[in-house]
């Protein structure tokens, strides 16, 4: 079979690139190796699609290079994605900080980009495998489960390491190797935190307790946002955040009550209170079993009034400045994104074009291009696959 684009995975990427492609009256096909295709997009968001995200500037994405991102989200805006979701009549709102979800369920968003790739002429192979991959005199031979496809373009928008369950392989990172380009490491981001030793011994019997702000800090990098103790450390959106600049060996400190100054609160409270346990005031400023703990294992525990004012600021200063040693992270098993992948030095950054082989084009999360949490990761797959399209 003869087309003119070969797009290599069903995901948010290559739906979008497929659409625009196809609209601009490209023959073009898509082969995925699952059974259904856009199964993240299904997930996402609690089954409502936080697909993008108002606020979206290069900043909020990690990338070897910072500039990379730049010339495709510029050219593809959360308003030109709201303006398609309006077109299909999906409802959605605003939760919080910019996120847009949809009212109902992410099966819109999907259905949404179905019927425009149908509409575009776009055909789409689930279940389909690819096995080898050649360069020939006419651009690209693919040899997959049903059969060689010739094509003029080959798109790669294989996705990352996340979910093993959902169809993700590390195919794109091999054929990117095989071609002559470098793959930065990979490793899990937006993803849970586990701790070991004495900290997991602490707090383990915590899973379930949680906090609705803490400041979660790596070096300069901080989040302000919900913390979760799970029965294998920390989650949450502060932590998944975080998780994305912390590597084992690093410092996490968390603020574990960022809007309050707890020093002159407890100083407050020592002049309300004087024959109050610390353990029974802090219940007041952080969840019960929370604040038992980190007497019992930490901070100490006597009646207010036998704290001087100077312990007190230190009791402060420590809450404010929590030091817990995580181990590791859950891993791909429940990461949201893979950071690393493919070099965007060896890519043009407004079309995504290899700039080793004309005609292969890298789009989406297997790119090192990896978003913060709140519909960034979408946003970045509609863009660079929007960005390709124009030019397949
Ligand atoms: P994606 O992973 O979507 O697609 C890749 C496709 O390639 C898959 O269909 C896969 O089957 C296929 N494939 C892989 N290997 C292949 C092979 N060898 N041959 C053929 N096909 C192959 N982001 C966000 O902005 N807002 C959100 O709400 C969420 N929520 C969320 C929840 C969960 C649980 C996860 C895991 C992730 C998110 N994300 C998110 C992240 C977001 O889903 C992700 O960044 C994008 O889906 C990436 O889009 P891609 O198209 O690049 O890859």
New binding site residues.
Partial sequence: MKVDVLI???????LMCAMVAGYRGRSVLV????NK?????L???GGR???TNLGVTPAQYLCTNPHFAKSALARYTPYDFIALVEKHRIAYHEKELGQLFCDDSSKQILRMLLDECAAAGVRIETS???ERVRRDEEGFAVKTARGEVHADSLVI????L??PS????G??YELARLFGHAVLPTRAGLVPLTLSGKHQEHYQDLAGVALPQVEARVGKQGFRAGMLFTHRGISGPSILQISSYWQPGDDLRIDLSPDTDVGDWLIAQRAERPAAELKNVLADLLPKRLAQRLCERWLGNRPMRQWQEHELRGLGQQLHDWPITASGTEGYRT???TLGGVDTDGISSSTMQSKLVPGLFF????VDVT?WL????????WASGQAAGEVV
């Avoid at 082969?31 to 699952?34: C, E, R």
């Fill in positions: 290599i995975g069903g995901g948010a990427a290559g082969v995925d190796h699952a295709v856009g199964k993240k997009i997930m996402s968001g699609c936080n697909f389909c495998g690819v928008a294989s996705g990352g996340s979910i959902m169809g993700a392989s195919f794109g990461a949201e994104v789009i989406g999360e297997v978003g709140g519909g960034y990761n979408f946003q970045w797959a």
